[in-house]
Nanobody, 115 residues
């Protein structure tokens, strides 16, 4: 069974870069046909797709965030990573990693942007 676990700082200062890692177990992130996604949910708002990295390593970004986001992977560790630059308090949210095919989600990690 596929399991995903987010990790990263719970508190980030404005203007800094947020970095989150998703560790995947029970399946390889390079398995053909699977896509690995970052999603966030700000308080009181809906889910927002941030970006996706494919099994091939290709990446796809939400156009509204594209200039600030970077998604990469470490296949040796079976992890993929989100970096969000120049954060503001509006980036405060619960951040999830997921493999939407099959409905596999991490438990989510709260990130607060505050000085």
């Amino acid at each position: 069974q596929v399991q995903l676990q987010e990790s990263g700082p719970g508190l980030v200062k404005p203007s800094q870069t947020l970095s989150l890692t998703c560790t995947v177990s029970g399946g390889s992130i390079t398995t053909n046909g699977y896509y690995w996604t970052w999603i966030r949910q700000p308080p009181g708002k809906g889910l927002e797709w941030m970006g996706t990295i494919a099994y091939s390593g290709s990446t796809y970004h939400n156009p509204s965030l594209k200039s600030r986001t970077s998604i990469s992977r470490d296949t040796s560790k079976n992890q993929f990573t989100l970096q969000l630059s120049s954060v503001t308090p509006e980036d405060t949210a619960v951040y999830y990693c997921a493999r939407l095919s099959g409905g596999y989600w991490g438990q989510g990690t709260q990130v607060t942007v505050s000085s």
